[in-house]
């Protein structure tokens, strides 16, 4: 399997006990030199490279407003942030740890946590411009997809279950790994036209159509939903060519991401 884990630093880093190095938030990341930040990332890709992981959910190029609820999780400073990416990119890629940015199309804005809240994200030129240079400099990496919903362009649904937010990859960006943040968030939870909630079997169902590669659950998850939510998606595989078209380009490309590493 292929082993991933969240490695921003700061507030989010979940190996950080004995054994592996504490980065600092990404706020402060951007403010070190370029040397100092290189030797950071360096010894921690070589630290998680040597317990398998595979896989970073890092780093954050959202651009952050003013009140912004990922406060050190961001770098104000666009060009620093920049640079401190592909820093990271480049030292945990020389590991053969592929690497996730967030959190696609910039929630930089959002005032509220999307994991306990839903709100709407108006997407500003600022907000998509770090995911194009990043994606232009390493084409092969990975995006996190985020579930916001952004007004007059994804049908009332999240980004990450809408195709019309997530087409533009396959032509413009067709090797970049696209994966959900973790669909049992409240901000991933849709409803029927009865206005009742779907269940996150079929939010995983409509995550998967609107094209991310990889699906994303929290470590609240227990074996028997996670059963029933691939059941389910066994059984649409078995119907939907649309969705086993989907399901196959995906998996091709985890099997090339499992042959590079």
């Known amino acids: 399997p292929l082993v991933a884990v969240d490695h921003e630093g700061g507030v989010v880093q979940r190996l950080s006990g004995e054994g592996f190095s504490v980065l ?10 370029t040397g100092k930040r290189q030797s950071l990332f360096e010894e921690s890709a070589r630290e998680l490279r040597s317990v398998g992981i595979n896989i970073v959910f890092a780093p954050v ?46 929630i930089g804005s959002l005032v509220k946590d999307p994991h306990l809240y839903s709100e709407p994200l108006y997407v500003e030129p600022q907000d998509t411009a770090p ?16 579930h916001v919903v952004v007004p007059n362009r994804t049908n009332d649904l999240p980004c990450s279950l809408s195709s019309v937010c997530l087409d533009p990859f396959p032509v413009h960006f067709p090797d970049v790994m696209i994966f959900s943040d973790a669909l049992e968030m409240k901000s ?24 991310n590669n990889v699906l994303v659950f929290g470590d609240q998850m227990s074996y028997e939903e996670m059963s029933k939510i691939v059941d389910y998606l066994v059984a649409e595989y078995e119907i939907n060519d649309e969705f086993k078209d989907k399901v196959d380009l995906s998996v091709k490309k985890i099997l090339d991401l499992k042959i590079l590493d």
């Open 24 to 33: 600092p938030s990404w706020q402060s990341i951007c403010l070190e030199s």
């Open 131 to 146: 995911f194009e240079k990043v994606f232009y400099a390493f084409p092969n990496i990975g995006v996190m997809s985020a």
């Open 61 to 106: 190029i959202d651009v952050p407003r003013k009140n912004s609820f990922l406060k050190t999780r961001a770098c104000s400073e666009q060009l620093a942030s920049l640079d401190s990416a592909e820093d990271y990119i480049k030292s945990f890629g020389a590991q053969g740890i592929l690497s996730v940015a967030k959190h696609y199309p910039g």
């Open 188 to 211: 991933a939870v849709t409803q029927n036209e009865k206005g009742e909630d779907l269940p996150l079997e079929e939010t995983a169902r409509l995550a998967a159509l609107a094209g």
